[in-house]
């Protein structure tokens, strides 16, 4: 017997008009690329979004179609999460510190029919917007004033004019909840990144998932700084978590120093702010030379990377609680968030800061398990470590196109972390066993930086591992193996990176071996190399 009531597809759209209904008043304020602030309600957000809507229909792009997205957190952004998914087309988010062949590489992957791109970024657009045949509109998300007299890239329109004459009414389609929203790349580990497409249903439960009070805790009483990008997993849904709730939210846009960020928390009230452990060392490092502090902040969640210590302290002392979040691209992006429980209050301030170091407890939606190499399961004891295997309705089932075929384990998806759980159900990652270089929240894929090492013609073998950077987390350190008889110094290995790869994702250094340790299967074994080069100081 099925129970008696009613079915309402769980739609993106639905957030948006709930929160125009609801919230109309609530603010959203974006710092904008050409560096003043943009201030409006959650009424004009909704009005815009259904102006995007009809400007996708007039040109007329079927259902599932792409709509490709390279722009920093702001309100025009915010407007295409609606407007895109809303009407049935699929929102790609690009991240835009790829570099150029990447960029390319993934709108060709996703066959984007439309490109919506911020001002900073059309020195990029110009260079390979005729690389990208399936693109038919390419929209610069500022005024017209901003259009560049003469341009390379074919069919571009600035975003105002585009919408301008657009009705503000539009009837949302209805349509399946497990139909595709969004689409995200992740940065696998093996060759070219895939493709993660998000349903309305998954982008909706996460959505409610993230704003429990376990969870990020947001409320129409907060006013919420999301510094983790749009352009990466959704700004973890805060954006839609923002909409189902009402919160003011108060976008950073491309000013993501410590002085910026902490400018904007005062002057707006900001209670709760979100972001990589990266930036919120550059805003304590304002902090603490400007000797300043927060007077409404009170929370912030950091994730992307493992925390450290000494950050969750440094937050501490100045009044605000860590979250410590874990999460990928395939999770939408939330697993787990360090939250303390009851009894947890009454303990030492050194237990406490020591679960909060953990990546934490997951929230309903997310079941978690950890296995030995046999595939046995290991228990929840805070000891035992195994890979880290998850499920739900927000996980991925397979990627894009099926690249790189069943990514699932008798339906559980392994996350490639390696894990503990203790008794408490507090996660806590001890290994990572990937090689994906992490460098300021960003990824480097370690097999892109030996591929093109190994083209040079001096190189026989290279391996590239992460070191630890007191700014950036982790920096690539290139180990190479050189061919007899030849000769190549760190600097010309170095130079040949220039215009292969964005430059950040050039290695630090470059150290010459003798040998690369190798497994039984022929595989280099970066974890030795990890080990022999722990201590390895990278210039500056
Ligand atoms: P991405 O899909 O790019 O968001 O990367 C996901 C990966 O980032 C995870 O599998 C972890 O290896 C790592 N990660 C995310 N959050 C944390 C965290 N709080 N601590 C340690 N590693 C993390």
Redesign the pocket.
């Known amino acids: 017997m099925f129970g008696a009531m009613q079915e309402q597809p769980l739609l993106i759209s639905r957030l948006i008009e709930f929160a125009a209904r609801n919230h109309a008043d609530a603010e959203i304020v974006s710092r904008r690329v050409e560096g003043d602030l943009h201030r409006y309600t959650y009424r004009d957000a909704a009005a815009r979004s259904r102006q995007v809507a009809n400007a996708l229909d007039r040109l007329d792009l079927p259902a599932a179609s792409r709509v490709g997205t390279l722009a920093w957190n702001g309100y025009r952004h915010f407007e295409l999460y609606f407007g895109v998914s809303g009407s049935a087309r699929v929102l790609h988010t690009i991240n835009p510190r790829l570099s150029p062949e990447q960029v390319v590489w993934i709108i060709n992957d996703a066959q984007d029919a439309v490109l919506c791109f911020d001002l900073t970024f059309l020195p990029i657009i110009e260079a390979v917007a005729t690389e990208c045949p399936t693109v038919k509109r390419w929209v610069l998300m500022a005024d017209a004033d901003r259009l560049p007299a003469t341009t390379s890239i074919p069919a571009l329109i600035d975003y105002e004019s585009w919408i301008a004459g657009e009705r503000t009414e539009y009837t949302w389609p209805e349509f399946d909840e497990r139909t595709a929203a969004a689409l995200c790349y ?2 696998g580990t093996t060759g070219n990144p895939k493709g993660v497409l998000y349903s309305h249903r998954s982008t909706v439960l996460h959505a409610y998932a993230g704003a429990m009070p376990d969870a990020m805790n947001l409320s129409s009483r907060d006013s919420v700084l999301p510094v983790v990008p749009m352009f ?2 959704n700004a973890w849904g805060i954006p839609y978590v923002a909409a189902m709730v009402g919160v003011k939210l108060v976008f950073p846009g491309a000013a993501l120093d410590g002085k910026s960020l902490h400018h904007l928390i005062e002057t707006e009230g900001v209670t709760m702010a979100a972001g990589v452990p990266t930036v919120w060392l550059g805003l304590l490092n304002h902090i603490d030379s400007v000797q300043g502090g927060f007077a409404t902040m009170r929370r912030t969640v950091i ?5 450290p210590r000494a950050m969750i302290e440094r937050f501490r002392a100045l009044g605000v609680t860590v979250l ?7 999770m939408s ?1 939330l697993g787990t968030l360090s939250t303390l429980k009851g009894k947890h209050l009454v303990a030492p301030e050194s237990e406490q800061l020591a679960l909060m170091e953990k ?1 934490g407890r997951a929230i309903f939606g997310v079941e978690m398990k950890i296995i030995d190499d046999a595939g046995r399961e290991l228990p929840w004891d805070g000891k035992a470590t195994g890979d880290l295997l998850v499920r739900g309705p927000w996980i991925v089932s397979r990627y894009f196109r099926d690249a790189g075929g069943d990514p699932l384990v008798d339906g559980w998806f392994p ?3 390696v894990a503990t759980i203790d008794p408490d159900g507090f996660m806590q ?1 001890t290994d ?1 066993s990937k090689d994906v270089i ?1 460098s300021g929240g960003e ?1 480097i894929s370690s097999i892109d930086i030996e591929n093109i090492a190994m083209g040079h013609p001096a190189v026989a073998m290279a391996a590239c591992i992460g070191v630890s950077h007191p700014k950036w987390d982790e920096r690539p350190l290139l180990v190479v193996v050189r061919k007899p008889a030849t000769e190549v110094t760190a600097e010309a290995l170095l130079e040949f990176y220039r215009g292969k790869v964005a430059k950040w994702q050039v290695p630090d250094d470059v150290v010459f071996v003798d040998a690369i340790p190798l497994g039984a299967t022929g595989k280099m074994q970066k974890i030795k190399l990890r080990e022999q080069f722990r201590d390895y100081v990278l210039p500056n």
Do not use: N
């Open positions: 992740t940065s990466h997993v994730g992307g990377s493992a925390c410590h979040a874990w999460g990928m691209t395939e992006p990546q996350t490639g972390d990652i990572r992490k990824w």
